[in-house]
């Protein structure tokens, strides 16, 4: 048994760490206030599992709540926090009916006092300013008493399991946790393997963010656990995190350097040869790794144009055909022995194999609908590379807007456009039967450019199924001719600029409404959710359905179930989901009472 006091004291002096887990403090103001109910209460609050090695001891369970104690009692975050220190800033008790809330009405009868400010300050200043209002004096005898209660909850003791051995490697640690924790918080081996390097090279997560932050204003957002990923590649040759178990702290400082340097030579590559010069069409991102490792063994660079052409040949095939959606770790290690053993050549021959011989695009490759799916990317990547030109102007698209050709058809990829914003707005909601006549008489062959069929008969609302199907076709052509040449060290380069997407065109009513529910929910301490994305089966890599928003580490990063919501899914797609441990809504007001009710339950109050 450990006093949470005494726990805290270490914390401070270094000797138990907090370890700032990929998924950072996550906790939000409901369940800051149901710990301290329930510590106030004397109610079960659950038990320490610790982590003994290299002479550290790492908490790892019970980490956001030593951290939700260590806030609100030092008024300030431990080292190396990251979240939204809100969440535990401003916590009250009511002296009278002994509840917390994070805000004190304007009324002050009874009084509401600052918890942070009890622990900082003591209870002498407090006593004064109970004794200067009015109302307190009759029950100043209660309410010290309850005062004192709540500054005695932290010389509460707590139990405390401890992993210690050799044998006890980052995987089996990650296993102990998981089954101790079964149906909570998940821990992961690249939070582990992230704390230990922690452990030993305290400023690790901030080298790291700085290359995460530097990306990020060049339009590209990764995490720390990708960016692991990758520094993992270069130093074990191996896709397991718990590779870097053997690493010391040099090695992997110097691996992170490599890495990012290669993961900035590849992005310049993807930006000016493919034209994916933002995150929504930045696919394929598992195989960075792989070429962070072809890198590292090229020296940093690739040597020629060939050379260059077939890794990103490789590349846009991985993400088109989902190679590391399923079983990424296995898919990964093929690469990197084929990386080792046989260099880019190897990488296409292979990607050749798994795909049984053939590689080539097909029109059911656009089959999909919406900016998440696979082919988007590869619609955007032909629209950079082959100069496709506004049908206003007649003029190569700059700074275009997303446009559906039917406008009320649907979401299909074949159905998407780029237009100038001016275009788009003149145009509006005109079905394409009404201009598309005027667009090629004014500008021959601007139609052409962005692969509309040439029949007049396709143009029209009742043939909008042929008309999808002949521009899958004139889309399949197009990529295929574009990859050959890519292959063959012949493709063109997009031109200047970026086409940068209004994050607001294409906006729909659904999309409007999903908008408004994450922002909703964000409020009440959820994570952003991924939008309009594919949810793909871990074992086959086949994607189940498209999602209106999508939370796959659980409402908050680590803690529950996956979450999906899908407003248009089909029951078969939605039964496998639940299979694989999904937790389903079919409507953003299911989703909305599912949060209420989880964060009155967290706070111990009725929704």
């Given at each position: 048994m450990t006093k949470l006091a005494a726990l805290l004291d270490q914390v401070d002096a270094g000797s138990v760490l907090l370890p700032e887990f990929q998924r950072g403090y996550v906790w939000n103001r409901d369940q800051v206030r149901g710990l301290m109910r329930s510590l106030y209460r004397g109610y079960p609050v659950g038990s320490l599992l610790t982590w003994e090695t290299r002479g550290?001891?790492?908490?790892?369970?019970?980490?956001?709540?030593?951290?939700?104690?260590?806030?609100?009692?030092?008024?300030?975050?431990?080292?190396?926090?990251?979240?939204?220190?809100?969440?535990?800033?401003?916590?009250?008790?009511?002296?009278?009916?002994?509840?917390?809330?994070?805000?004190?009405?304007?009324?002050a009868d009874p009084p509401w006092v600052d918890v942070t400010a009890l622990y900082t300050e003591g209870l002498e200043p407090l006593v004064a300013a109970l004794h200067a209002h009015p109302g307190s004096r009759p029950r100043i005898a209660a309410y010290l008493t309850r005062l004192a209660r709540l500054q005695q909850v932290l010389e509460r003791d707590i139990h405390e399991e401890k992993v210690t051995g050799a044998d006890k490697t980052t995987d089996v640690v990650v296993d102990i946790f998981n089954r101790v924790n079964a149906g909570g918080t998940r821990l992961s081996a690249a939070d582990l393997a992230l704390a230990k390097q922690c452990a030993h090279w305290p400023q690790a997560r901030a080298v790291m963010r700085d290359h995460l932050d530097r990306w990020d204003k060049e339009g590209f957002s990764f995490t720390l656990d990708w960016l692991l990923r990758n520094v993992t590649a270069v130093a074990t040759g191996r896709a397991?995190?718990?590779?870097?178990?053997?690493?010391?702290?040099?090695?992997?400082?110097?691996?992170?350097?490599?890495?990012?340097?290669?993961?900035?030579?590849?992005?310049?590559?993807?930006?000016?040869?493919?034209?994916?010069?933002?995150?929504?069409?930045?696919?394929?991102?598992?195989?960075?790794?792989?070429?962070?490792?072809?890198?590292?063994?090229?020296?940093?660079?690739?040597?020629?144009?060939?050379?260059v052409g077939r890794v990103l040949y490789w590349y846009v095939h991985a993400?088109?055909?989902?190679?590391?959606a399923g079983s990424a770790e296995t898919a990964l290690n093929q690469d990197y022995g084929t990386v080792t053993s046989h260099g880019a050549d190897g990488l296409v021959s292979s990607l050749e194999r798994w795909r049984g011989g053939n590689l080539a695009v097909t029109a059911a490759d656009f089959d999909g609908s919406g900016r998440g799916s696979r082919c988007y990317p590869l619609l955007y990547l032909?629209?950079?590379?082959?100069?496709?030109?506004?049908?206003?102007?007649?003029?190569p698209l700059a700074d275009p807007q997303l446009h559906h050709v039917f406008p009320k058809a649907g979401n299909a990829v074949a159905n998407l456009c780029f237009l100038s914003q001016e275009t788009r707005m003149v145009i509006?909601?005109?079905?394409?039967?009404?201009?598309?006549?005027?667009?090629?008489?004014?500008?021959?062959?601007?139609?052409?450019?962005?692969?509309?069929?040439?029949?007049?008969?396709?143009?029209?609302d009742d043939r909008y199924p042929d008309f999808l199907a002949a521009r899958r076709e004139l889309l399949a052509a197009a990529a295929n001719d574009f990859l050959s040449g890519l292959l063959a060290g012949t493709a063109p380069a997009p031109g200047s600029?970026?086409?940068?997407?209004?994050?607001?065109?294409?906006?729909?009513?659904?999309?409007?409404?999903?908008?408004?529910?994450?922002?909703?929910?964000?409020?009440?301490?959820?994570?952003?959710?991924?939008?309009?994305?594919?949810?793909?089966?871990?074992?086959?890599g086949e994607v189940l359905l498209m999602a209106d928003a999508c939370w796959p580490e659980g409402l908050q990063p680590g803690q529950g179930a996956p979450v999906v919501l899908a407003?248009?899914?089909?029951?078969?797609?939605?039964?496998?989901?639940?299979?694989?441990?999904?937790?389903?809504f079919t409507s953003v007001d299911s989703l909305r009472g599912h949060v209420r009710r989880r964060n009155s339950a967290a706070a111990g109050v009725s929704a």
């Open positions: 550290d001891l790492l908490i790892l369970d019970g980490q956001q709540r030593l951290t939700t104690l260590y806030g609100i009692s030092r008024g300030r975050p431990p080292a190396f926090f990251r979240g939204d220190q809100r969440a535990f800033t401003g916590l009250r008790f009511n002296v009278e009916d002994e509840t917390f809330e994070f805000h004190a009405p304007a009324r397991e995190f718990s590779s870097l178990d053997a690493v010391p702290v040099t090695a992997f400082q110097q691996a992170l350097e490599a890495a990012a340097g290669y993961i900035s030579y590849f992005l310049d590559l993807v930006v000016t040869r493919l034209g994916l010069d933002h995150d929504r069409v930045l696919a394929g991102r598992y195989a960075f790794p792989v070429v962070c490792l072809l890198l590292d063994q090229r020296g940093g660079s690739l040597a020629s144009d060939p050379d993400a088109l055909r989902g190679r590391f032909l629209t950079r590379v082959h100069g496709a030109h506004d049908f206003g102007s007649g003029l509006g909601q005109r079905p394409p039967g009404e201009y598309f006549r005027v667009v090629e008489s004014m500008h021959p062959g601007v139609l052409a450019s962005q692969w509309i069929p040439h029949d007049p008969a396709l143009w029209q600029g970026r086409l940068l997407i209004a994050a607001d065109a294409g906006s729909t009513p659904v999309t409007a409404l999903v908008t408004a529910l994450v922002a909703e929910l964000t409020e009440l301490g959820c994570a952003e959710p991924a939008l309009d994305c594919e949810v793909p089966d871990p074992a086959t407003l248009d899914a089909a029951a078969g797609d939605l039964d496998r989901l639940r299979e694989l441990g999904y937790d389903l």
